[in-house]
């Protein structure tokens, strides 16, 4: 397996107590897999990212336990020298506000350079001419004109392609992509997966695809891993997820996705608010939000129960959410 978490645990000190932003998480990816990690805002899916990139701002944040493999290395246990040489060159990040992540100061085509300058030696000639390249590997129109421009003279779907070409300026084995799509428009969010996936498959890289919009992961992903309260509430294949949630919360996030066919009906919505993580409730944390809580619910912490070989659900009623 290319990345395998296991049991990663994460903590913020606040001043209203510990924060468990994630709890014992473990998932896996494979080279030329695409693993959806899906939940609402809150739920862990960048800090677990961020963890496995070893960008996690520390403090206030600290990873507190779990293992996370690359490769077969444990990159808790590498020195942080180590751990930059990683970055960039075998494992990369996309960030979902593409303005902010990039120096406004610097042309994006001294930016693209800079990775072969310094992981690669290259001079600042051939660096360019590379930059050039990967800005018309990801369809930016004009490369060579444009390649002097600063990131406010493109649009919010050029800043992201260019975020796009620098993770794979190294061509590394894995990219995780942190809510790639927010803030832009329908047909440009079209575009930008299309274009990420083209290249995953060019480059039989694994994908870790960080997301709120179930719409997106339909089409791109293989997996998905479900989040809530810094947990994973359940792991499938896509297509078992969308044919029948095995978790009520994953049928929640399922039943909130409009529908053409449904058109005049009232939005569903899953009632109340994520727990607060400094005071995660006792026993399964969904169980004041959801429908089919009983008392054991309020008590007992569920396991991942094994659905399937491939399958797995944090639910003590798993059966009857499968069933409908």
Known sequence: ?????????????????????????GYGVDAGE??????ESGSGKSVTAQAVMGILDTPPG????????????????????????????????????AL????????????????????????R???????????????????????????????????Q??????????EPALIIADEPTTALDVTVQAQVMELLSELQREYDMGLILITHDLGVVADVADRIAVMYAGRIVESAPVHDIYKAPAH?????????VPRLDLKGRELY????????????????????????????????EPPLYEVSPTRGSACHFWRECLNG
């Open 1 to 25: 397996m290319l990345l395998e978490v296991r049991d990663l645990h994460v903590e913020f000190h606040t001043r209203d107590g510990v924060a468990k932003a994630v709890d014992g998480v």
């Open 34 to 39: 695409t693993l959806a990690v899906l939940g």
């Open 62 to 97: 600290r990873i507190t336990g779990g293992e996370v493999l690359f490769q077969g290395r444990d990159l808790l246990k590498l020195k942080e020298e180590e751990r930059r040489r990683v970055r960039g060159a075998e494992m990369a990040m996309i960030f979902q506000d």
């Open 100 to 123: 902010s992540s990039l120096n406004p100061v610097l042309s994006v085509g001294d930016q693209l350079a800079e990775m072969f300058t310094v992981h690669r030696g290259m001079s």
């Open 125 to 159: 000639r051939d660096a360019r001419a590379k930059a050039v390249e990967l800005m018309d590997r990801v369809r930016i129109p004009a490369a060579r004109e444009r390649v002097g421009q600063y990131p406010h003279q493109f649009s919010g779907g050029m800043r």
């Open 161 to 170: 392609r260019i975020m796009i070409a620098m993770a794979l300026a190294l």
């Open 248 to 256: 009520p919360y994953t049928r929640g996030l399922l039943d909130s």
């Open 269 to 300: 919505a899953i009632k109340g608010l994520p727990p607060n993580l400094t005071h995660v409730p006792p026993g399964c944390a969904f169980h004041p939000r959801c429908p089919l809580a009983r008392d054991v619910c309020r008590t007992d």
